[in-house]
């Protein structure tokens, strides 16, 4: 098969791929799964609630996934839910909950922090402009990508891969 893939972007992908195993080990050093973790770190990242589908959206993880590991932690007593509107949910933390994102995900921040912190105004200016960047661009790709696709075959076999 062909090499689609160019170095840059093989580069791309590797540091993405150790990113997400290095939040990984840490997830797994607190005891926690990747998506509690997930959760606990975009609720701290509002303060001590947020509402459940941007955690959905934020998190990348499915709604399913996400509503079992928010059920794990209501019966553990670290999140309740509260109606906001509608249509949605607000999770918020308990005391409890709040006491396990200050020694799991709140230490998690603080090194994030730090790290960006110690880098020059500058740089960190320029990794967010390009992040940004990157994201936008591909967002937009990606908004093309079935316009693209018309040999049915090919379709309906990806969709019996799911």
Same mark, same amino acid.
């Given at each position: 098969?062909?090499?689609?893939?160019?170095?840059?972007?093989?580069?791309?992908?590797?540091?993405?791929?150790?990113?997400?195993?290095?939040?990984?080990?840490?997830?797994?050093?607190?005891?926690?799964?990747?998506?509690?973790?997930?959760?606990?770190?975009?609720?701290?990242?509002?303060?001590?609630?947020?509402? &459940?589908?941007?955690?959905?959206?934020?998190?990348?993880?499915?709604?399913?996934?996400?509503?079992?590991?928010?059920?794990?932690?209501?019966? $553990?007593?670290?999140?309740? &839910?509260? $109606?906001?509107?509608?249509?949605?949910?607000?999770?918020?933390?308990?005391?409890?909950?709040? $006491?396990?994102?200050?020694?799991?995900?709140?230490?998690?921040?603080?090194?994030?922090?730090?790290?960006?912190?110690?880098?020059?105004?500058?740089?960190?200016?320029?990794? &967010?402009?390009?992040?940004?960047?990157? &994201?936008?661009?591909?967002?937009?790709?990606?908004?093309?990508?079935?316009?693209? $696709?018309?040999?049915?075959?090919?379709?309906?076999?990806?969709?019996?891969?799911?």
């Amino acid at each position: 098969m062909e090499n689609y893939v160019s170095r840059e972007m093989k580069r791309f992908n590797h540091l993405i791929g150790e990113m997400d195993a290095v939040y990984h080990e840490m997830a797994f050093h607190f005891g926690l799964s990747d998506s509690v973790m997930d959760i606990l770190y975009t609720i701290c990242n509002d303060g001590d609630s947020c509402l &459940l589908q941007e955690i959905c959206r934020r998190s990348g993880i499915s709604k399913q996934t996400i509503n079992s590991a928010i059920r794990k932690l209501e019966s $553990q007593g670290m999140v309740y &839910l509260e $109606q906001a509107g509608a249509k949605n949910k607000m999770v918020c933390l308990t005391e409890q909950g709040k $006491q396990l994102a200050e020694v799991t995900v709140v230490q998690i921040i603080e090194a994030e922090n730090e790290i960006l912190a110690a880098w020059k105004r500058e740089e960190v200016e320029t990794y &967010l402009d390009l992040t940004e960047r990157f &994201l936008e661009s591909i967002r937009e790709k990606s908004k093309n990508l079935n316009r693209k $696709q018309n040999n049915k075959s090919v379709q309906k076999d990806c969709a019996e891969m799911r």
